[in-house]
């Protein structure tokens, strides 16, 4: 079955460490997105990327970095300069149409990576 | 950039009640999504509705575009369809924007 994979479930940071949360789909969707969730919140977009060798800062980029070397593949670093990284982290996805209709498609979630610090 | 809110924040209900949760969004979208998160955190797609009404199951939507807003029905409410409900409305031509969602609770 086609999906979304987010690994690991759980991950816990010490301070002044980077960590990496992969996402993985076999969708074959050109669009990725990676989103953070506060306790109690709703979800607020950290980047996403149209195309591969492609990503955008979405609204709370400082303290983040993506990479887009493949399609299926759109792993988020979080790195020390992040001070608050403790959040539910969500991957998602979805397919384009081509040109001028990418907006016409439903976004797919992953489960989720929860981060803690230690 | 496009604002959404959802409303109620909070609800409550009786295993076998009926509700309607609403969707405000300040600019007119060409799609819509609703997304039910279970207490585990997964986010599950109800619908994508950017016009019209939608059923699946005990489950509604309706998207009225020309007026900025979407409601999502849910009817015989059972203590599974608890969790928090989202809608998210499209900004620019690939970013969402997500409402701060409704908790619902269902009691048995």
């Known amino acids: 079955d086609g999906g979304i994979t987010q690994s690991p479930k759980y991950l816990f940071r010490k301070e002044g460490q980077n960590v990496t949360l992969s996402c993985e789909q076999n969708?074959?969707?050109?669009?990725m997105y990676w989103y953070r969730q506060d306790p109690g919140q709703g979800l607020r977009l950290i980047y996403y990327s149209q195309i591969v060798n492609d990503f955008q800062k979405g609204d709370i980029a400082e303290g983040y970095s993506v990479s887009r070397e493949k399609k299926e593949s759109f792993p988020l670093t979080v790195t020390s300069a992040q001070k608050n990284p403790t959040a539910f982290y969500l991957c998602?996805?979805?397919?384009?149409?081509?040109?001028?209709?990418?907006?016409?498609?439903?976004?797919?979630f992953g489960d989720g990576t929860r981060l803690s610090i230690l | 950039g496009i604002q959404v809110e959802q409303s109620p924040p909070d609800l409550i209900l009786q295993e076998g009640a009926n509700s309607t949760l609403r969707c405000n969004f300040s600019?007119?979208?060409?799609?819509l999504q609703w997304f039910h998160q279970n207490p585990w955190g997964q986010l599950i797609n109800l619908f994508y509705i950017p016009s019209g009404t939608k059923q699946n199951g005990r489950l509604s939507a309706t998207t009225v575009a020309t007026e900025r807003y979407s409601l999502l029905y849910i009817s015989s409410s059972q203590t599974t369809d608890s969790g928090v409900y989202f809608c998210?409305?499209?900004?620019?031509?690939?970013?969402?924007?997500f409402g701060t969602g409704t908790r619902l609770k269902v009691l048995a």
């Open positions: 998210a409305a499209p900004s620019g031509t690939y970013k969402y924007i």
């Open positions: 998602a996805s979805r397919r384009r149409l081509g040109q001028g209709a990418p907006q016409h498609q439903p976004q797919h």
């Open positions: 600019d007119s979208v060409n799609n």
């Open positions: 969708l074959n969707h050109d669009a």
